[in-house]
């Protein structure tokens, strides 16, 4: 069964710090990853798109690395600001489009504080 | 990038009664789709919206429940049909753009 599996489940930084965040997948076949930031009452947004050929995306502070033989991503944030408090999601795809046939992890919820 | 609203934007619901959910996009687009998200859960799709067509479901979704129409490119809705209090989630519309995928802004749904 595909699943994606994030981690962890939640977290709590101090404004400027740094983080990562985790993504372990059992997608096949796989053709791209996807993180999503959500906020509160929002839809998601896309922050970086990855196939299996790239090891890294960049998105201002937001940094995605893929290792496509451990089947493992991590979203990394630079110097965190207050509103980057949101779920990120981490969504795989076996084609090229996706469309129907996503993988959702549960996501990762950050909370940056003062 | 495609642009999506959804209304109504948050609702509360009577038990038995239906809710029908408006998706529109700024563009012409080939694939819709509609996910729901309940609390602490992660998006589950519902269905692809067929432009002319009846809608593809997936498994555990039925047509009578949330039957969905597409009469064109750039708008779809979703009615949740017989409510009770295990519909309270977010639906949420979609749209694929090449590599890309959309999401629209969420209804909150909550069923009393």
């Known amino acids: 069964k595909n699943q994606v599996e994030q981690s962890p489940q939640s977290l709590i930084i101090l404004e400027g710090k740094n983080c990562t965040l985790q993504c372990n997948y059992t997608v096949s076949p796989f053709s791209n990853l996807r993180w999503y930031k959500q906020d509160t009452g929002r839809g998601p947004v896309s922050l970086t798109i990855m196939t299996f050929s790239e090891n890294t995306k960049s998105n201002g502070r937001y940094t995605a690395t893929l290792d496509a033989d451990t089947k493992q991503s991590s979203l990394h944030i630079t110097a965190s600001q207050l509103s980057d408090s949101a779920s990120y999601i981490c969504v795989v795809s076996p084609f090229t489009g996706g469309g129907n046939k996503l993988t959702f992890g549960t996501g990762t919820q950050l909370k940056v504080e003062l | 990038s495609a642009v999506i609203s959804q209304k109504p934007s948050r609702d509360i619901c009577q038990r038995g009664t239906s809710l029908t959910i408006q998706c529109q996009v700024d563009s012409q687009v080939t694939m819709m789709f509609w996910y729901r998200q309940q609390p602490g859960q992660s998006l589950t799709l519902i269905a692809t919206a067929n432009q002319g067509s009846e809608a593809t479901y997936e498994s555990g979704f039925v047509i009578d429940k949330f039957p969905i129409s597409r009469p064109n490119l750039t708008f779809s809705t979703l009615t949740v049909s017989n409510m009770s209090p295990e519909d309270s989630s977010i639906y949420l519309c979609?749209?694929?753009?090449?590599?890309?995928?959309?999401f629209g802004p969420g209804t909150r749904l909550t069923v009393l």
């Open positions: 979609s749209v694929a753009d090449g590599v890309e995928q959309f």
